[in-house]
């Protein structure tokens, strides 16, 4: 598959290793260009890229960026991918990194915000991975100590594709539900950084409140 990837970040670097590693190709992109991105280009393969280079035929698109970038990202972002692409949300709202982000403290999951400002459906995985994991814990399927991820998304073909790509570089997926279940994997839910399996997974996704928990809001003087 051709894959894109927005941001090359602890995230986005470790996706570059695993999904070159696993044989698709990769073009990868940051805030201060390609010149920058020779290292990790060298050491996996990947093609270091600008934004809109990054997007151009791919089949996923993986937006991994702090989320108060998500706005600076170009108008028409997607214009040239492929039929019928899939975009990866990994973002997670950090008052204390991103600032107040209003509509996200009222309630709104963070990855129905991250769509509404990038324009197209996207599918919330790895949010709650950790980095190191991508690259250190890959099983293959039906081991017993494979990690599951939590895949939500409203369009059923996209979440197909993402939940694919995840079994191929090496753990489970649980179905979460759609976007605006998603809640269920922000910060601070029972399933977040959860390193454990299916089963383990799905209950800790029914476990969730809705509640934005008091760690992950903006503490903001009256
Ligand atoms: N770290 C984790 O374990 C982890 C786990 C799960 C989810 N997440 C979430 O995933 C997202 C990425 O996390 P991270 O830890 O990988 O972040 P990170 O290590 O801080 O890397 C962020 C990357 O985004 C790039 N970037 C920033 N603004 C950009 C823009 N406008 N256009 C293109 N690229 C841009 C940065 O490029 P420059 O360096 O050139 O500025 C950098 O490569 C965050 O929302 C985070 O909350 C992180």
Redesign the pocket.
């Known amino acids: 598959m051709k894959i894109g990837i927005?941001?090359?970040?602890?995230?986005?670097?470790n996706l570059t290793r695993r999904l070159t590693a696993v044989g698709h190709t990769v073009s990868v992109?940051?805030?201060?260009?390609p010149h920058?991105l020779k290292d990790l280009a060298e050491e996996t393969g990947a093609t270091p890229a600008t934004?809109a280079d990054v997007v151009r035929d791919a089949q996923v698109v993986v937006v991994?960026?702090?989320?108060k970038?998500v706005p600076?990202?170009p108008a028409g972002l997607f214009a040239g991918a492929a039929d019928g692409f899939a975009v990866i949300d990994?973002?997670?709202y950090?008052p204390q990194?991103d600032g107040f982000i209003e509509e996200i403290e009222n309630g709104l999951p963070e990855s129905r915000w991250v769509e509404r400002h990038v324009g197209h459906p996207v599918v919330k995985a790895?949010?709650?991975?950790?980095?190191?994991d991508i690259v250190a814990r890959p099983r293959p399927a039906g081991a017993p100590d494979r990690l599951a991820v939590p895949v939500a998304g409203d369009d059923e073909a996209a979440k197909r594709t993402v939940r694919e790509l995840i079994d191929a570089i090496g753990f489970d997926t649980v179905d979460a539900g759609g976007l605006d279940e998603s809640w269920r994997q922000q910060p601070d839910t029972p399933v977040y950084g959860l390193r454990e399996g299916a089963d383990a997974v799905t209950r800790a996704l029914a476990e969730a409140s809705p509640e934005r928990p008091a760690a992950f809001r903006a503490h903001r003087e009256p």
């Open positions: 927005i941001g090359a970040g602890q995230i986005g670097g992109a940051n805030s201060r260009g920058t934004v991994t960026i702090p989320l970038a600076d990202l990994t973002n997670n950090y990194r790895f949010n709650g991975t950790y980095a190191e």
